[in-house]
């Protein structure tokens, strides 16, 4: 049975990331780059460059004067955010066109949109954290599940069912199945391109937030927001019954269960903005 490292090791040719994102990012880690060199680079791309635009300019960002520039975006929202974007429309470009008969691509990102949304707005309500951050870890969470749908969906399939069979958590079922997670594999995949230590951490440990070490808070917001994802998907309402979170995480973000049923209509309506604004393929359900 192959690792989790194995099976990113046997994908990665696959699952390069664009030039794009590459170059943007090696200015970015560049102790002498500038503004001017990142907008350059973003604005080469007419893909990305629409994208970051619309996102700027929606309600999601709340910014009071219209963007309409590459230029004017870059510098009101910093380089790390604008790397964070820049990271989040790149993979979804790229792997949306990953196809498979066991899984729909569009509900796929729709967990992950929801959940970055939802990981967004609790690092606010937290008031502990920047919320950009905690988007696109909760946009990439699930990543490691794309490989293996793709590499093992017997597998994948059999786990889905153990966990309503047995009514334990996902992660739990493929571990007895494949030895590994989905997040250990997003985990892996994020090391493999040499992504933000935050980011690896996050998706790694998301599940488990009580192994997160130097991200723990981060790691924390995650893991109720993908669980609150859950429930979304499943049409569950929110309740201590239906939500189980790790108690590590109210104490974390000082966030408590009575609070998420209340910001449950924001979590929607964001998401389904978030989507049409991220997700331009069709829906092929």
Avoid at 115 to 134: F, M, W
Avoid at 152 to 166: F, G, N
Avoid at 223 to 229: C, E
Wanted: net charge negative; with cysteine; charged share 20%.
């Amino acid at each position: 049975m192959p690792t989790a490292q194995d099976l990113v090791k046997e994908s990665i040719d696959l699952l390069s990331l664009p030039d794009v994102y590459l170059r943007l990012k090696s200015v970015i880690d560049s102790p002498d780059s500038s503004m001017a060199e990142v907008t350059e680079i973003i604005a080469y791309d007419p893909s990305i460059t629409a994208r970051l635009l619309k996102l700027v300019n929606s309600p999601f960002f709340g910014l009071v004067s219209k963007v309409d520039t590459i230029t004017r975006a870059v510098n009101l929202l910093g380089l790390e955010e604008v790397h964070d974007l820049v990271l989040a429309t790149s993979v979804i470009d790229s792997f949306s066109g990953f196809t498979n008969e066991h899984f729909n691509i569009y509900d796929f990102w729709f967990n992950g949109v929801y959940c970055a949304v939802t990981a967004r707005l609790l690092a606010y309500y937290s008031k502990s954290i920047d919320t950009q951050r905690p988007f696109v870890a909760g946009l990439l969470h699930n990543l490691g599940h794309l490989l293996m749908y793709q590499n093992m969906p017997h597998e994948s399939l059999a786990a889905i069912l153990m966990s309503t069979q047995k009514g334990i958590s996902l992660y739990e079922a493929e571990r007895e199945i494949m030895g590994f997670d989905y997040a250990q594999v997003g985990g892996e995949l994020m090391r493999e391109w040499e992504l933000p230590n935050s980011l690896q951490e996050i998706t790694e440990f998301h599940p488990t937030p009580e192994q997160s070490t130097d991200f723990q808070l981060e790691t924390a917001i995650i893991h109720i927001a993908s669980m609150i994802t859950d429930n979304a998907i499943k049409q569950l309402p929110i309740s201590p019954e239906t939500l189980d979170i790790n108690p590590l995480c109210w104490d974390v973000t000082g966030l408590s269960i009575n609070e998420m049923s209340v910001y449950k209509s924001e979590f929607d309506q964001q998401a389904a903005q978030v989507m049409s604004l991220l997700f331009t393929h069709k829906n092929n359900a």
